[in-house]
């Protein structure tokens, strides 16, 4: 093949050129996704295009659990729903054992419209209506509970049907090495989370059993685990020995790093982020610390986007090439922020889907919205691309497909690829009559 002519440029040597190992990061093309070539996928479903490996979220989970049983004989994985609540994604996991872990009354329709029993979902979030709490009830949904207006209205809710339900409550721990996320649950530290218990034991209208502490997201450092667990299995035997609660599951929420790499990050997620067998071990370390006897009780992980992350690619097609005043090879593509709203928390891996030549140059990826802020990567050494070129940007699979705004285009198709070479849509493209369907004019206009 004839190669294609570039135009001679002067490249400054500037920061992200060379990293400490003394060459260029690695660029490799990727013409084909699970086998399955790039080219022939986007013309099937068009571009943007949002593409799913099954295989990798199964490899994923089943390595996760893996880790887990052989630390713990009693434990259990809930499907956090809001990191990707796509039918087929959570179907997946479904299959393959995991519960539902919703957080609002939206979520909690879908995890029982798939046919989630309801003693195998956990309600969390803070903001739960009447409505949400009759029906979690119920259904024997278990509700962890955020703060004490939320439990005073479930008193109401569960008295009103006569029944007592089990319930956990949401516990915040100001001493571990991540920043505490004191908005949520009840602190552990300053006596609130006792004083939520005991309100709850004096009122006798709910039936406390899980502690429940999400401590963050993309946490890399995997003894905040440790110390987590530890604090919650020893407020547990407390809670036993002083206030007669028997506490049978705790719930360390979801939290584990993908293989993202972190705007701030200096090496990249492929070799920062710790595995799972990282992780696990540091739980098993602090409930030993906590459990010097008694059985722990069952442990649950709501873990979301170290599951799915980086089961997805976003392809996306070049519209244009310009340069910029800093010198900087500007390239406009026809996925957004919009789209990728993960984008401003990380470098997103980008490679290119066809053969490259060329020069690498400082580059930075924009998209197709008319908004500054409609960066995709701000700075990154690629070869030149030219108009049609086709870009696979990775690890996309979290919170992208729910957090995406339908802004000035329509949200794309999402495809999901099986291992044996099958593919199939598992949401459709928006289109114009999506855009009309919500709307209303008030017939004084
Ligand atoms: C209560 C709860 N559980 C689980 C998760 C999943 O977290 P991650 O995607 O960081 O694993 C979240 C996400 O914020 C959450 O709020």
Known sequence: ?????????LVRHGLGGANKFGALPGLRSMKTFEGIPVDELVRQYGSPLFLFSERILRDRYRELKDQLARRFA???????????????????FHQEGAWAEVVSGMELKKALRAGIP?????????????????????????VHFDHLDEILLAEKTASAL?????????????????????RFGFNLESGRALEAVRRIVRRGKLDLRALHAHIGTF?????????????LGKFAITLEAEEGVRIDAIDLGGGFASHNTLHAQYLPGEEATPSFGQYVERIAAGFDEAYDGPEPPHLILETGRALVDDAAVLISTVLGNKRLLDGRRA?????????????????????????????????VFFGPLCMNIDV??????????????RIVIGHVGAYNVTQW?????????????????????????????????????????
């Open 376 to 389: 995709v990567r701000d700075r990154i050494m690629f070869p030149p691309l030219q108009v049609g070129d």
């Open 162 to 182: 006569g029944i007592v339900p089990e319930v956990g409550i949401r516990v915040n721990i100001s001493e571990l090495p991540v920043p505490t996320w004191d």
């Open 331 to 363: 390239v406009i593509v026809d996925a957004g922020v919009n789209i990728l709203p993960t984008a401003w928390w990380y470098r997103h891996e980008i490679h290119p889907a066809q053969d490259f030549y060329g020069t690498a140059e400082p580059t």
């Open 118 to 142: 309801g003693r195998q979902i956990l309600f969390n979030g803070p903001a739960k209506s009447a409505a949400d709490l009759d029906l979690a009830f119920r259904e024997g949904v278990r």
């Open 74 to 92: 009693n434990f259990t994985m809930a499907w956090s729903y809001k990191t990707n609540y796509l039918g087929a994604i959570c179907k997946v």
């Open 219 to 231: 946490i890399q450092e995997p003894d905040a685990y440790r110390m987590a667990a530890k604090a």
């Open 405 to 445: 705004m339908q802004f000035i285009t329509d949200r794309p198709n999402v495809v999901m690829v099986s291992s044996r070479g099958e593919h199939g849509l598992i949401r459709r493209a928006e289109d114009f009559e999506t855009l009309l369907a919500q709307e209303e004019i008030p017939s004084w206009l």
């Open 1 to 9: 093949m004839k190669p294609r002519y570039e135009r001679p440029v």
